[in-house]
């Protein structure tokens, strides 16, 4: 892989304090060649959200997914353990599985090997002539997992650090919506979106675009309200604190909530909404009766997919009238969707162009500041040792 020195140096103008800063190379975003270097250097060494917790409930419980081109098994176990392993047969690499459901093991439909919940392999017909072979050797191999706030992430970096720990400013956002313990209801899938996966969380965390792209619909949480988290090069999220003009603000025309709103919310809490990354695969926007979650699934450089969630106050889903302001709800945050979808394939198209920008960011960008200097660092730490001696 070729990537220049002079690319590498021009980061730094992308890393300033944001009244300084510039946007990202646009090669960044458009590139097939810098797109594989983002692969290798962040999405099989970060943490890659995969779902939530309550989609798979009790032992034998899975759901699969694919990921960076990655099929994957997301399975509790006898031993309610939550693994997330390949689904690739380790016989001659066949898909086990593209479903989801309740099962006892996994059996291979070409030649029938049988995989556990623990990913051990459990039966393979006919191998008693094959020299050598011992079933204990070929379990399915398995991802690092971890559990935070409900949501179930994965990491293809064994020695990956602990996530956790690095979430702690966004723990207390969400100190009063006890997350882990909402009911998820899942939401659209958006497929082959024709964007790079950095535009979307860019887009998402903009506060600077609302009171103008999105015009009416996001007058009870204007542009200029907004407390930006302070950014420590240990994180792991980059978040936003927006404020409502009155109360119970919320994402649907009326921009009022319309569920219950979350039991243990103070009056201070259901005044505001937070958007926080959690990059690079999962975005969050947090209002008093919902927590929507976005989780990306980067195809190639201009190419995306999103998986829309949903995560209520269990009380909310008791209530006769659940379905209908759901569908309202749902309603709601699709106006503003198509909005931004709108936005994202023409910045895309932008980018393309040999007249493509490095512009400079608003205030109200500082958000986009920090998702650079998160990147960046990445980039650094795994830039080609050959490039970089230069």
């Known amino acids: 892989m070729t990537l ?11 890393i300033k304090p944001v009244n300084e800063a510039r946007l990202l190379p ?28 309550d989609q798979i409930p009790d032992a034998g419980d899975y759901f699969t997914i694919t990921v960076m081109g990655e ?21 001659r690499g066949m898909v086990i599985t593209q479903d989801e459901g309740t099962c006892q093991r996994f059996t291979c439909p070409y030649h029938h090997w049988s995989y ?30 971890e559990l935070w706030q409900g949501f179930i992430f994965a990491n293809f970096d064994p020695d990956a650090e ?10 207390e956002i969400l100190r009063n919506y006890h997350l882990g313990s909402t009911t998820t209801r899942p939401g659209k899938r958006l497929e082959n979106l024709p964007w790079n996966w950095k535009v979307m969380l860019e887009n998402f965390n903009d506060p600077y675009h609302a009171s103008r792209l999105h015009g009416p619909l996001q007058s009870f949480a204007p542009s200029h309200l907004n407390d930006f988290l302070e950014w420590d090069d240990t994180d792991m999220a980059i978040g936003r604190i ?13 921009k009022k909530c319309l569920l219950p709103v979350f039991e243990h919310l103070t009056e201070s809490d259901r005044r505001r909404g937070s958007f926080v990354l959690l990059p690079p695969t999962l975005a969050l926007a947090i209002v008093p009766d919902e927590v929507a979650y976005f989780i990306v699934d980067p195809l190639s450089a201009g190419s995306i997919t999103i998986q829309i969630g949903y995560c209520f106050e269990e009380s909310a889903l008791q209530d006769p009238m659940f379905e209908y302001l759901f569908a309202q709800a749902e309603a709601g945050v699709d106006n503003f969707n198509v909005q931004d979808v709108y936005a994202d394939t023409m910045t895309q198209i932008g ?11 608003s205030w109200q960008e500082e958000t986009l500041a920090q998702f650079n200097r998160w990147l960046v ?11 970089q001696a230069g």
């Open 4 to 14: 220049p020195r002079e690319l590498l140096d021009a980061l730094d103008a992308s």
């Open 351 to 361: 980018l393309n162009s040999r007249f493509a920008p490095r512009g400079r960011y």
């Open 71 to 91: 099929p994957l098994i997301v399975a509790r176990g006898d031993d309610a353990q939550i693994r997330v392993m390949t689904a690739v047969c380790r016989h």
């Open 242 to 254: 927006q404020h409502f003009t009155e109360i119970d603000g919320s994402f649907n025309p009326t």
């Open 162 to 171: 602990a996530l956790a720990p690095r979430l702690r400013k966004i723990d």
């Open 116 to 145: 556990g919940l623990d990913g051990r392999l459990l039966g393979a017909p006919a191998m008693d002539r094959a020299v050598d072979f011992e079933r204990a050797d070929h379990p399915l191999p398995q991802l690092q997992v």
């Open 377 to 387: 660092q990445r980039y650094r730490r795994h830039w080609p040792a050959d490039e």
């Open 26 to 53: 646009p090669e960044l975003y458009t590139s097939s060649e810098f797109f594989e270097f983002e692969k290798r250097s962040i999405f099989m060494r970060e943490w890659l959200c995969v779902g939530r917790h």
